[in-house]
């Protein structure tokens, strides 16, 4: 699986280096995606991928309604609908904090790319697909995620499921709440209600590296036709350090991977 994940970059910037002139491979500060795209990288100047790269398997677009996420037992937190679930992504992106006035490190949100796995799930290395990625992400990427998602959007590669990110509560207008956005890209490019906005049902701790994995979640519909629910599983890193300065230490982003599976909804 970890081929997939590097073709998936590898093909992001020979497409990108061919349609705009960036510099891959070739190690300019000038660009945040040429630079990222180095030869210590896998990705350099004698990378063999073509700029019209496609996949040679199906990754995207297949049916998930016999797809069951296996969440631990003994717990009733994280409880999958009886009904089949509609779309399932595989996320990579930053879990944003600051630092409060108790030195602890307070959630500000996130921002991360959703990419539709589904012709997948049913393969063995699907379990381990998210560390995989994770390796990729945190070891190969040093680009930012708002700049990755601005070069898979440019290139328009096929597979873009949606994006998330977090918006004003739209209920009290107080606080941020979750969107996965679904409107820039697909078959549901410019639908205007393909998005949720969400609120909290359940919450555990990540059952791999509580500390290092942020947790699973179970979130449901406020506003949006796109799912009445989702869940946050297979988290890899995106936890802050247990400790900060407050007054001294800055904003900052913790790169993290995980799975979200999508229930409900009227779009389909």
């Not at 069951?68 to 994280?78: I, N, R």
């Not at 009290?172 to 697909?186: C, N, R, V, Y």
């Not at 555990?204 to 989702?230: C, H």
Request: aromatic share 12%.
């Amino acid at each position: 699986m970890v081929a997939i994940v590097n073709k998936l970059f590898a093909a992001a910037a020979a497409n990108l280096a061919a349609s705009s002139g960036y510099g891959y491979g070739s190690g300019s500060t000038g660009s945040s995606y040429g630079s990222g795209y180095g030869s210590g990288s896998g990705y350099g100047s004698g990378s063999t991928w073509p700029s019209n790269w496609q996949p040679s398997f199906q990754l995207s677009g297949c049916s998930i309604d016999k797809f069951v996420p296996q969440f631990p037992s003994s717990q009733t937190q994280l409880v999958a609908p009886s009904q089949p679930p509609k779309f399932i992504g595989l996320a990579f992106g930053v879990q944003n904090y600051t630092c409060s006035n108790t030195n602890t490190f307070t959630s500000t949100g996130a921002v991360a790319e959703l990419i539709d796995v589904s012709c997948i799930v049913y393969e063995p290395e699907f379990s381990t697909i998210q560390d995989d990625l994770f390796n990729v992400w945190t070891n190969l990427v040093p680009a930012s995620i708002q700049s990755i998602i601005e070069l898979f959007h440019l290139i328009d590669i096929p597979q873009i499921l949606a994006q998330h990110y977090f918006v004003p509560n739209p209920t009290t207008g107080q606080g941020l709440s979750p969107k996965w956005d679904f409107t820039s890209s697909g078959k549901f490019e410019g639908v205007q209600d393909a998005f949720i906005i969400a609120k909290g049902k359940g919450t555990l701790p990540a059952p791999t590296n509580a500390t290092r994995d942020v947790a699973w979640l179970d979130v449901v519909q406020v506003e949006g036709d796109i799912a009445s629910e989702v869940f946050r599983f297979d988290t890899v890193g995106g936890q802050p350090p247990a400790s900060c300065m407050y007054g001294k230490d800055h904003d900052i982003s913790v790169r993290y991977v995980s799975k979200y599976i999508f229930y409900g909804g009227s779009l389909a």
